[in-house]
């Protein structure tokens, strides 16, 4: 059993930057993939950012490459999503996931993911 809760949405200009941080709880932390998920209203939850049990292979949407990085600390149970140059299209509520690590793991598919925090939000004003 993983708890995730995030921490670190606002509000921001144009441009700016974020840092969200998540925060899990659970013994097997060090074993689980980790996701970064936002959605707005009326849309599906949509991807934008993974990073496998090791850390050693990321993935982004291809909205964000580029702008945002994705990290975890095993040690401390932290995962980070750090946030440049951010757009008002990035306004969304931002949800971590933990997934189990398996050996065909899609880390887009929404569905590989076992637990959810409960969002945070994020705001770009343009």
């Known amino acids: 059993q993983v708890q995730l809760v995030e921490s670190g949405g606002g509000l921001v200009q144009a441009g700016g930057s974020l840092r969200l941080s998540c925060a899990a709880s659970g013994r097997t932390f060090s074993s689980y993939a980790m996701g970064w998920f936002r959605q707005t209203p009326g849309k599906e939850r949509e991807f934008v950012a993974a990073?496998?049990?090791?850390?050693?292979?990321?993935y982004y949407a291809d909205s964000v490459k580029g702008r945002f990085t994705i990290s975890r600390d095993n040690a401390k149970k932290m995962v980070y999503l750090q946030m440049n140059s951010l757009k008002p299209e990035d306004t969304a509520v931002y949800y971590c996931?933990?997934?189990?690590?398996?050996?065909?793991?899609?880390?887009?598919?929404?569905?590989?993911?076992?637990?959810w925090g409960q969002g945070t939000q994020v705001t770009v004003s343009s």
């Open positions: 990073i496998t049990w090791n850390g050693f292979n990321t």
């Open positions: 996931a933990a997934g189990e690590t398996h050996s065909d793991y899609d880390p887009v598919d929404r569905y590989e993911y076992d637990y």
